[in-house]
């Protein structure tokens, strides 16, 4: 199936997530009508003085050189490479720049990174001897840094991850197959059925991915496939120490803790697929394919993982462990649940205080929007040229917004309004200079639109810019003549229509999802109580994740803020992990309930019995997430830090203490309308082999 399935390409020009009715996404429309053959820089050129002085007559010529070697070099997909001219070159005399287009239609293409390449190859090796410290950056080398950064990030993601299940599992258990079981069942089986099924979906319905799926699907697999087989594996072993053999032990674990997997795997596959309806086109691709791979992979724990538990005998799963079959004592669990039984109001009150603290921190949070220069090292080449453009020249220079105006009437447009119009927009807050329209450069052919190049004072990417171009579209709008219109487009535009594009998101994304896993809830639980609690736990997880994310970045980091979609992010993880491990919670609450223990004993009980298994899958798929920060970048070391701590929430505040102590103050009510909480004719627990002074089975599985 993936073999011939459509190759899953990245895409990272912002402008492309954008729905065509925002404003930024209407002017580079506009454009295109309007200049189809003008010069669009794709790549920069940067020259400087090894030495770091000034640049001489020699030096000149020496870039002259290299400028006409590019040229002579006819490299696929460069459509020219403008001279170095005096006002290409710094106040100080420092820097020089020449611009290279690159046929923008192939942007998706190989070839257009690799023109980046072969530009800094052949430009190296013109510039030797000359004295002259040669550079590319722009969006081609952007995008090729972008590529290479993610190609190492998904080989620390993965080898990080696989060792640490493999080595935390295998310490659980004491055992080397039960390591490597959820590293194959999820890698080798469930990986490439997701990525199969992924990629006939964006083969079938023409998807976009981020540079970011292919480093998250691995670890959504890994870290969802491992915290199933846990599950799973726990109560299998659970009812092997209760006397079933073999197959008996597996038939029961499915039958008990299989409804709580598969609730969990649609609690989660929603999260994912709610993306659907998000406003930009990054979510819209990393949600559906993300939801594939979570239902791929329960399937292949409800399925493949029993089948594989029924036919290895016991012994060799639990090999070379010697006392798999005896009851631990659980002491610390055992003296939590105690603890959350007795004084459930007084845990509610700490977990919930802790989780409130943490969410205040996260009022400060500030969204930036430099996605490419977040997602990779800042000594990057393409970073380092765009730190000295901003630093060289003004920090709008780098990338000009761009106000178009247009008749609607099909006239020409009148030179007197288009001086006002300029002067007009000259004037706003925040703009450093307006290059004014000519008949040879901004006015289209017909005479019907014009281009006005705007230099913002704040670098493209900064909320202070972004500030500036809500100004600069307000006064754009007003001051554009009868019978015309004006729009506003560059980057920073994009940023701005990207932050609208998210509010909207927050506004109705997240309720749906929120909605829509409440319905599970309510289903699996026969309640309408327990899914309002449940929720409200993963929202103030949510907060409180936020908050110290924002803590740590932006207040003692001191970071300028954090990436625009990170809130996101975190939403959908907390509250697709944090369900699922109140959902393997409040089902163990329900089962002891129904077994005819009080709300506060069966509390004691569900800690203490599920309390070892969401610590485990917890523990595991933090370790997991928090390999992100070791991909050396700004993006993944904040979103790996953020998810690592929403899942050591989710797991050791909300799922481990909150919702049983606020199911143990709720008692049968937390139940209503349904029977969840009645004891069953004759309940009572099954014994456990090792505990309550009953004889162990003989080890004969």
Do not use: C
């Not at 992979?297 to 594989?308: D, G, I, S, Y």
């Not at 703009?431 to 704040?458: C, H, Q, Y």
């Amino acid at each position: 199936m993936s073999i011939s399935a459509a190759k899953v390409v990245d895409q990272t020009d912002q402008s492309k997530f954008l729905p065509t009715h925002y404003e930024s996404i209407q002017a580079a429309e506009l454009q295109g009508r309007a200049f189809p053959s003008s010069f669009t820089p794709s790549a920069l050129l940067l020259f400087e003085r090894t030495d770091g002085g000034q640049l001489t007559k020699d030096d000149q010529a020496s870039m002259d050189k290299v400028v006409k070697g590019l040229t002579d070099a006819q490299i696929p997909l460069v459509q020219q490479v403008l001279p170095v001219l005096e006002q290409s070159k710094s106040k100080d005399g420092k820097y020089a720049l020449s611009q290279v287009a690159i046929d923008q239609s192939k942007q998706q293409d190989p070839q257009f990174a690799e023109a980046a390449k072969k530009l800094r190859e052949d430009g190296t090796k013109l510039a030797e001897g000359t004295g002259l410290k040669f550079q590319v950056g722009g969006d081609a080398a952007s995008q090729l840094d972008q590529k290479e950064s993610s190609g190492s990030t998904d080989s620390i993601v993965l080898v990080g991850g696989l060792l640490l299940v493999i080595l935390i599992v295998g310490i659980i258990f004491r055992s080397i197959l039960a390591g490597l079981l959820p590293v194959l069942l999820s890698l080798v089986v469930a990986m490439p059925v997701a990525k199969g099924l992924i990629n006939d979906a964006v083969k079938a319905f023409d998807l976009q991915t981020t540079p970011m799926t292919s480093a998250i699907l691995i670890i959504v697999v890994l870290g969802v496939g491992t915290d199933y087989f846990l599950f799973l594996a726990f109560r299998y072993r659970e009812r092997l120490r209760a006397g079933d053999d073999r197959k008996q032990a597996v038939a029961n674990a499915v039958g008990r803790v299989g409804e709580a997997i598969a609730s969990a795997a649609g609690a989660v596959a929603v999260a994912f697929a709610v993306l659907i309806l998000s406003s930009l086109g990054m979510f819209t691709a990393l949600g559906p394919a993300l939801a594939i791979a979570v239902l791929a992979t329960a399937a292949v724990m409800l399925t493949l993982a029993p089948a594989v538990l029924a036919v290895i005998p016991s012994r060799a799963v639990f090999w070379p462990g010697r006392k798999w079959m005896q009851e631990p004592q659980n002491a610390r669990f055992a003296a939590l649940g105690r603890m959350t039984g007795k004084r459930p109001g007084l845990v509610a009150l700490v977990s919930g205080g802790l989780l409130v603290v943490l969410a205040l921190a996260g009022v400060n949070y500030t969204g930036t929007y430099d996605l490419a220069g977040s997602s990779m090292p800042k000594d990057k080449e393409s970073m380092v040229v765009q730190d000295k453009l901003m630093n060289a020249f003004s920090a709008g220079a780098t990338d000009p917004s761009h106000v178009f105006l247009t008749s609607t009437n099909g006239a020409k447009l009148n030179e007197g309004e288009l001086k006002a119009f300029g002067d007009r927009l000259g004037g706003v807050a925040g703009v450093a200079k307006v290059n004014m329209p000519t008949a040879e450069r901004g006015i289209s052919k017909d005479g019907t639109t014009a281009d006005f190049s705007v230099e913002l004072k704040d670098a493209p990417a900064t909320n202070e810019a972004i500030d500036t171009v809500v100004k600069l579209r307000d006064a754009a709008h007003a001051a554009a003549p009868a019978d015309s219109k004006a729009l506003v487009g560059g980057m920073t535009s994009i940023f701005k229509d990207i932050n609208a594009a998210m509010i909207h998101d927050y506004s109705l994304v997240f309720p749906i999802a929120a909605l829509l896993i409440m319905i599970i809830l309510g289903l699996q639980l026969r309640s309408i109580v327990a899914p309002w609690y449940l929720m409200a736990s993963v929202g103030l997880g949510f907060g409180a994740t936020l908050g110290a994310t924002t803590l740590l970045f932006q207040n003692i980091k001191g970071e300028a803020g954090l990436m625009f979609m990170l809130p996101i992010f975190i939403y959908l993880f907390v509250v697709a992990i944090g369900t699922d491990y109140n959902i393997l919670i409040i089902a163990r609450l329900r089962e002891e309930a129904r077994e005819g223990r009080s709300p506060r004993e069966a509390a004691r009980e569900a800690i203490k019995h599920g309390g070892p298994t969401v610590a485990a899958a917890g523990f595991i798929l933090a370790a997991s997430f928090g390999t992100f920060m070791l991909a050396g970048n700004v993006l993944f070391m904040e979103l790996g830090f953020s998810l690592a701590f929403g899942i050591v929430l989710a797991a050791f505040v909300m799922a481990m203490f909150f919702t049983p102590s606020i199911t143990a103050l709720l008692g049968q009510k937390a139940w209503w309308p349904g029977h969840g909480g009645d004891a069953r004719p004759g309940g009572g627990h099954a014994p456990v082999a090792g505990a309550h002074g009953l004889p162990e089975p003989a080890g004969r599985h």
